[in-house]
């Protein structure tokens, strides 16, 4: 018996969490390690690192993500390598219908930004959705 515990940890409790792929509008797309350390790549597939990964002094994902129309949002958890450490929040926008990026820096920021751009409302995020799918 003891030896089958042990057989099933070590089979569920070593596996790493899975690598998903979620289609966004005009060809970019959300990668993500099983739901968390999260980006959005380019058209052609490049990671947008000017804002995901190790940054300055920092390092920042995104976890939960929504999209209506042409305009995606994510939450960035920016984790600071500093003396006082933390985490911080932040909402970034994308416009996939020309490159452009908005970074917000609270919730209400952002859903008041949401209501000026021609889209529908505003998106529930989640770290996966429907499309979402293994690579």
């Known amino acids: 018996m003891r030896l089958l515990i042990i057989f099933v940890f070590f ?4 596996v790493d ?3 998903l792929k979620t289609g966004l509008p005009n060809g970019y797309s959300f990668h993500s390690n099983g739901g968390i350390y999260g980006y959005i790549s380019t058209p052609n597939d490049q990671r947008m690192y000017e804002y995901f990964g190790m940054l300055d002094n920092s390092e920042q994902w995104c976890n939960n993500f929504g999209w209506d129309s042409n305009f995606v949002i994510c939450e960035l958890e920016i984790v600071k390598e500093n003396a006082s450490g933390g985490y911080e929040f932040k909402y970034l926008i994308l416009n996939t219908g020309d490159g452009t990026v908005y970074i ?3 919730i209400s920021e952002a859903e008041f930004f949401w209501k000026s751009v021609p889209n529908g409302s505003f998106p529930e995020m989640l770290a996966k959705h429907q499309n979402t799918v293994r690579k």
């Open 11 to 14: 089979l569920f409790g070593c």
């Open 17 to 19: 969490p899975p690598l």
């Open 104 to 106: 917000k820096n609270s």
